[in-house]
């Protein structure tokens, strides 16, 4: 899970500047964006990382040990 939230942070996803229409642009390293004024959607981020949390959380409930 810790694996998953850092890639998540080191490829977030990127949309296009408030001056233009909305517009998805993709997973691309944070460094380098896919154009000069993108920038990363805070809104898709936090449902990435939640949704990757919920998922460690489930799968830590999955795999627990069973006394």
Known sequence: MVAL?????????????????????????????????????RLLLTVELVTIAIAGLYGSFFFRQKP
């Open 5 to 41: 939230l850092s890639l998540a942070l080191l490829f977030p996803p990127w949309e296009t500047p408030p001056s233009q229409a909305p517009e998805f642009l993709g997973l691309h390293f944070i460094l380098n964006p896919p154009t000069p004024d993108a920038i990363v959607s």
